[in-house]
């Protein structure tokens, strides 16, 4: 292992930097999942409730379920860069300065 | 136009079937007639061709070194970079596929189009950053990283190309077919200007042309969907109850549409698909390649956020696009006929969804006639081939990269090849399989090819995804746990789905299917891993040793980029 990997993994800040991002990324990739899976359980045992009008017209709970699935992947995704592209990096950036 | 329309006589029949039939296809399968000469399209696919050309001539000169060619040089932005990867995914038959589900099915269209992005954020979340930080052209640079190069980049190459060759011949095949449809060119030209256009984006001008080509496509194609949105909504006055009471007046299936079909049925199937999806958008090669293209992490990771926007973004388009089709299509225009119709319903009947002229993936076709007259007719049609252009090139190249780079260099040269010599052998890479393309897509011409997309999926999926993740994630894999797990991954693949449904019984004509599930997703994956588990526990040989040894460093650099490859100079 050369020493500037050693000197990485001994450096606090980069255990700080793994635990809070891996922490991050596990979290939202979880609920990304289960934002999934349970719209794809929903189609296979709730057809009832997604094919439901929401008031007096057509539009189903279905439609902004749906859209809700798609929009959320976005959302996510934005969440996950902000805050890497941010405070993630500015500690990474920090880690690599205290090697020089 | 519409008079040209209706002279098509064999309709896009089995391509209704596309979508559902396959789980995802891709391809236009099923018959279809040449249609008239349509001068609109072809001019402006020309203008397309042209500009394309222009700027293949100028990324030629700027391509010298193989960073650039596998990779545009590092110096791709972010946002454009999203774009591109907006290109790559977005298909000609992921548009007028979902729109032409959602017009004959509904809301059964939105589980698709749910499906089909839901794997970008995972790319995001575990595998753009770590992916950019540790490798240099391909997915198997990181694959490999702390193992025997020969049989991981050897096993790594192959899930490449047989992802590849599959999603090629169903390109190819949908290619000729829709060209045939929207241009009246006869097949065989179609696949052969295809191939030719292809080489030449790709042996010429490297990543750096593949990219802009994307790039442009994924501009072309998100405005015009966004022009025929616009239109529909503004039929009603961007009231989107009005227009779904429109469609459930008119469809035959009246408020089913609004709500889940057939499609999904049992929750094997379902589960199967979704993971099927996910995943294998995470072990697409070319679409991995692309996060070679930018200079840091960072960029990779806004290059993800962008793409999902536009994808998810275009999504949505489709599906009202679809829901368009329905009022447009199916109902009486001003003069109270039925132009897109092949036959007026009788009289207080509704019409028939199966009645389209071309079938129902021309729904958004015949869609864009009604919004936006022949001029956007001619459009949306160039954009549909530019479409195809764009996602064939993207391929070839990830192809010819896994042969020059991963068999080539790495496992047959062992690493002593001159770049010169590599990227040689890429161009005659590219070259060998745009002929090879064109010959499988004339071969496979009456073939119902939809179930090769699906197939392409599942193997990136079960081979490619599994040993990606695993050499990231887990310190302890070894070499022959990933090669006997991935091995496992990519054969199951391919046996089951051909004991499925889709192919033991659509395809081979076999009364009954031997594996139940259309899709093998949810086996094969778990196969894979269960497989790259259990070899690299009961693997204690020294070698295996030393890999274990070596994950610390490789996980650094993953994590910090300390070490990773950065942009070129120019």
């Known amino acids: 292992m050369s020493k500037n990997t050693q000197r990485i993994v001994n450096n606090p800040k980069f255990q700080e930097l793994i635990a809070r991002r891996s922490a991050f990324a596990w979290t939202l990739s979880i609920a990304m999942l289960v934002i999934y899976f349970g719209f794809i359980l929903l189609v296979a045992f709730g057809k009832g409730f997604l094919g439901t009008p929401i008031g007096a017209g057509v539009t189903t709970w279905g439609i902004p379920i749906g859209l809700f699935t798609i929009v959320s992947a976005f959302i996510l995704t934005g969440i996950y860069v902000n805050r890497a592209n941010g405070e993630f990096d500015e500690l990474n950036r920090q880690i690599l300065e205290e090697l020089k | ?570």
Not at chain 2, 485 to 498: C, K, M, Q, T
Not at chain 2, 553 to 568: H, M, P
Request: charged residues 10%.
């Open chain 2, 1 to 570: 136009m519409r008079a040209a329309n209706s002279r098509i006589v064999a309709a896009l029949a089995a391509t209704g079937a596309l979508v559902p039939a396959t789980s995802f296809a891709d391809a236009i399968g099923g018959a279809v007639a040449k249609q008239a000469t349509n001068y609109e399209a072809i001019v402006m696919f020309l203008a397309f061709v042209l500009l394309t050309l222009g700027i293949t001539f100028w990324a030629a000169r700027r391509t010298k070194s193989a960073k650039d060619f596998y990779a545009a040089g590092g110096g791709i932005t972010g946002f454009q970079n999203g774009l591109a990867i907006a290109g790559d995914y977005m298909s000609a038959a992921s548009f007028l596929g979902i729109a032409g589900l959602v017009y004959s099915s509904g809301f059964d269209g939105l589980i698709y189009s749910v499906g089909w992005l839901v794997g970008w954020p995972i790319v995001l979340f575990l595998i753009a950053e770590r992916l950019r930080n540790l490798g240099k052209y391909t997915f198997a640079d990181v694959a490999s990283y702390r193992f025997q190069q020969t049989p991981i980049r050897t096993l790594s190459a192959c899930g490449s190309l047989a992802t590849v060759t599959f999603y090629l011949i169903a390109q190819m095949v949908g290619a000729g077919k829709l060209i045939q449809l929207l241009f009246g060119l006869d097949y065989l030209v179609a696949v052969i200007l295809v191939g030719v256009l292809m080489i030449g984006y790709v042996t010429f001008g490297g990543m750096l042309a593949t990219t802009w080509v994307q790039i442009i496509k994924a501009v072309m194609l998100l405005s015009g969907a966004s022009f025929m949105a616009f239109m529909i909504l503004a039929k009603f006055s961007f009231n989107p109850e009005a227009m779904f009471q429109a469609a459930v007046n008119i469809h035959p299936k009246g408020l089913a549409i609004m709500s889940p079909g057939a499609l999904v049925t049992d929750p094997v199937s379902a589960i199967s698909l979704g993971m099927a999806l996910m995943f294998g958008t995470a072990g697409l090669p070319h679409i991995l390649m692309r996060f070679f293209t930018v200079s840091d992490a960072k960029e990779a990771r806004k290059s993800v956020f962008y793409a999902t926007g536009f994808i998810g973004y275009f999504y949505i388009l489709t599906f009202i696009i679809g829901f368009g089709a329905i009022v447009l299509i199916l109902a009486p225009d001003a003069n109270g006929a039925y132009p897109f119709l092949k036959e007026a319903p009788l009289a207080g009947a509704k019409a028939v969804i199966a009645n389209v002229i071309g079938g129902t993936n021309m729904a958004a076709i015949h869609t864009a006639n009604a919004v936006g007259g022949n001029l956007f007719y001619g459009f949306i049609s160039a954009v549909a081939f530019a479409t195809i252009l764009a996602v064939v090139a993207g391929l070839t190249l990830a192809g010819a990269s896994a042969v020059s780079h991963d068999l080539y260099a790495s496992v047959f040269a062992k690493g002593r090849a001159n770049e010169q010599d590599e990227i040689r052998v890429s161009k005659i890479t590219t070259v060998v399989i745009g002929i090879v393309s064109i010959v499988l897509g004339v071969a496979f011409e009456n073939q119902n090819v939809a179930f090769m997309v699906g197939l392409a999926f599942v193997i990136a999926a079960s081979a490619n995804f599994p040993i990606l993740l695993m050499s990231m994630f887990w310190g302890k894999m070894t070499t022959r746990g990933a090669v006997l797990g991935g091995s496992l991954g990519l054969i199951s693949a391919i046996v089951l789905l051909v004991l499925g449904p889709t192919v033991w019984k659509a395809v081979l004509g076999n009364p009954a299917a031997i594996f139940p599930y259309d899709n093998p997703g949810l086996f094969s994956i778990l196969l894979s891993f269960a497989g790259i588990w259990f070899f690299s526990i009961t693997d204690n040989s020294e070698s295996a040793q030393a890999e274990r040894r070596a994950f610390e460093a490789q996980y650094v650099r993953s994590q910090t980029g300390l070490g990773a490859e950065g942009a070129s100079a120019h």
